[in-house]
């Protein structure tokens, strides 16, 4: 039920169950239909159709019914006894006990990022065409509620005007940057479309025609109740956000390009990285970390660079590459068939080294609608909706053919695609919220629930790597791609905490990305653009991958010929996104059982002593941060 805009979750299995076991699996199942009920569009994507009907609530009254009904699930937590508690089910306990301290924690900060809800890289104008993909269109009842989703879409775009008046009022807007295109897509993806032709339109077409079950009166009852909608309500709130933008909010943008800038600036970006990263690493750190991996990525490209024959810098180097029109493509329909390629015949075939299982869900690959960063990944479900790797097929004749091997082993497989089909299928005795990720609007943050962006992020990056033990760059100049995306992230650390704590300009940070990377200067100042948009965010990939192959390290000394490649990648995937901490905790726990397995069928007293010294040397040398 709704009161005064408020859900009220009613959660009947809150009475106390039997046995520890049982009140954990309560709460998580509460937990995640709390999380359905207030991110409708989520569950969708997640094949939940229970809220189809309905979009988030973007409001302070919305806000702090979820600071109140987290505190209730943290108060329920603490009420369960931890050591009663299986291994597994302790993951799902400390995990629970991450999420509810880090979005109470975040609650300080609601009157930041989460007043601006819109931006050139999400908003209420974004992603509808994948949304309408994974929605049910089957019976009368489906399109209903799909006109219900956008009566609420004007709803919440009412909603969205509204915080980020407040925004403008408390000095804490975005910088202009990560606003001044959300004008003009909305105008000529929204407002200039004929109804006829609207995304939102697009299911009362074809859709509706093979609904065989509804009448033709009921047909044309839908295709006029939409045509209505869209034109008289939908299209003048999108008329009004735009206007409001470009009038009020884009003069009243901030002036400094990072969050430093704002009232206690330093300190929100700090919450922000941690949010994105789950370390208490300091920007500072960071950003000597990054500086230190620029240098060492920096001559591994040098290496190939000299053995090409080339005197002289990375981006020279790079630059030179563009003299040959064979390094590019001509067309979209080029780009996406290269991508289509590597993905099918060059990754594929060569999974099965890697991985215990296959997940067995669908990817797809189609094209970004609008442009923006190379690429990006939504998630598939158990109900059939394949994962889908989005390429950025604008302006083909700008992009170097040698970072799409990288970029697609990032975001397909062994990458997102696999991690988040992995966590799906590898253990369905976990809580829905540990196989599914739950992630949801980035500039929130840190007032969100955590979607651990260093362990997905960080995968995605370490299965860049991989691609190296799969021999998947076929020549130099792949591996120059492949180093050029690595560095990439390595100079996201100094930049992101650059342009956010230590004065840094944009032109000062494109400058600096592009020098050790293969993009141009546009495609350069997107990316910027993006980290201007959310703070700590883009330092979380390098700092999970580090800390994935500094884990590797640790269990490849430990267990020497015991390791198993499949192994440890399926106690990294099969746990589902974590904290770091608790990564590292699941494959130390992994490497002690796995020696203490082996020391139990070891012949002999003296065995089994070898291996116990040899846990003790890696618990040592763990402290002494020497691997």
Known sequence: MFLLGVYVVCLASQVTAESPRERLKSLSNDY????????????????????????????????????????????????ITRRDLSRSDRVTYDLLQNIFKTF??????????????????????????????????????????????LK??????????????????????????????????????????????????????????????????????????????????????????????????????????????????????????????????????????????????????MEIIKENG????????????????????NTSEELLAFVEDIVENRIQPKLKDLFKIDPGIKLEIRPMPSNGPAAYYFNGNEAGKPGIYMVNLFNPKTKLKLGFMALSLHEGNPGHHMQMSYALVANKDLPKFRRNPLIDVYSRAPFNFPFYTAYSEGWGLYAEYLGEEMGAYKDNNEMIGRYSYEIFRAVRLVVDTGLHVMGWSRDRAIQYLANYTEMSLEAAAIEIDRYITWPGQACAYK????????????????????????????????????????LEQQIDDWISATVSSAAKTSPGVGGGILLTFAVLGVFLLKQDNLI
């Not at 990022?113 to 908003?123: D, K, R």
């Not at 925004?167 to 000529?188: C, F, K, Q, W, Y």
């Not at 020279?316 to 493509?329: K, M, R, V």
């Not at 490649?565 to 106690?571: A, D, G, P, S, W």
Request: a neutral charge; hydrophobic letters at 35%; proline letters at 4%.
């Open 543 to 582: 700092i999970g991958e580090m800390k994935l192959k500094e884990l590797r390290r640790r269990a490849e000394k430990a267990l020497g010929s015991k390791f198993d490649i499949k192994e440890y990648h399926h106690q990294v995937l099969s746990i589902g996104a974590v904290p770091l901490h608790l």
């Open 310 to 329: 080339f005197n002289g810098t990375i981006r020279e180097y790079i630059l030179s590459l563009g003299q040959n029109p064979d390094f590019y493509f």
């Open 104 to 149: 109470i924690d975040g609650y300080e900060w609601r009157r930041y990022g989460s007043l601006t809800p819109v931006n050139f890289l999400e908003g209420p104008h974004k992603h509808w065409g994948v949304l309408i993909d994974s929605t049910p269109f089957n019976t009368e009842t489906d399109f209903q509620d799909f006109l219900n989703r």
């Open 152 to 301: 609420a879409l004007v709803r919440q775009i009412g909603e969205t005007i509204t915080l980020m008046k407040e925004a403008i009022r408390l000095g804490r807007t975005n910088h202009r940057a990560s606003m001044n295109r959300v004008p003009d897509e909305i105008t000529s993806q929204i407002i200039d479309v004929p109804t006829q032709n609207s995304t939102f339109f697009k299911p009362f077409q074809g859709r509706l025609n093979d609904a065989h079950n509804i009448s033709d009166a009921t047909k044309l009852r839908l295709r006029r109740d939409a045509e209505d909608i869209i034109g008289t309500m939908v299209v003048p709130a999108f008329r009004n956000l735009s206007d409001f933008i470009s009038q009020e909010y884009l003069p009243n943008t901030r002036q400094g390009y990072g969050v430093g800038s704002l009232d206690n600036g330093t300190a929100y970006y700090e919450a922000a990285l941690k949010f994105y990263i789950s370390t208490n690493q300091t920007p500072q750190e960071i950003h000597k970390q990054g500086l230190e991996e620029v240098e060492r990525i920096s001559a591994l490209m």
């Open 32 to 79: 995640w239909t709390f999380r359905m009920k207030i991110e409708p569009s989520v569950a969708t994507f997640l094949g939940d159709y229970s809220f189809n009907g309905d979009l988030r609530n973007y409001t302070h009254a919305q806000f702090d019914a979820d600071k109140a009904q987290t505190e209730d699930f943290q108060r329920r937590l603490r009420a």
